[in-house]
């Protein structure tokens, strides 16, 4: 069992960062994926980031302005967000999977509005 809480996120202007982090109640060092997802209103779930066997994927809509890393000594894994557009506005979720079962963090509202 993986339990994922996550902090950060919140209301920034157009242009602006935020970090988000998620912390595991258990070693990450062997949780293979771990990423982040997110929601928009009226929205499917789509993945933003992840980090699978070493490498890193990102969404075509945020390669370039978001970055996903981990501190295993921390057990977290972080989303920086930057050149934050009102299009990245969602709910975003932080996700591990151990074997066949998926964990997920319990959201985090990120708002981009001038």
């Known amino acids: 069992q993986v339990q994922l809480v996550q902090s950060g996120g919140g209301l920034v202007q157009p242009g602006g960062s935020l970090r988000l982090s998620c912390a595991a109640s258990?070693?990450?060092?062997?949780?293979?994926?771990m990423g982040w997802y997110r929601q928009a209103p009226g929205k499917e779930r789509e993945l933003v980031a992840a980090?699978?066997?070493?490498?890193?994927n990102y969404a075509a809509s945020v390669k370039g302005r978001f970055t996903i890393s981990r501190d295993n000594a921390k057990n977290t894994v972080y989303l920086q967000m930057n050149s934050l557009k009102p299009e990245d506005t969602a709910v975003y979720y932080c996700?591990?999977?151990?074997?066949?079962?998926?964990?997920w963090g319990q959201g985090t509202q990120v708002t981009v509005d001038s």
């Open positions: 980090m699978i066997s070493g490498t890193t």
């Open positions: 996700h591990a999977r151990t074997g066949a079962q998926n964990y």
């Open positions: 258990r070693s990450i060092f062997s949780i293979n994926p």
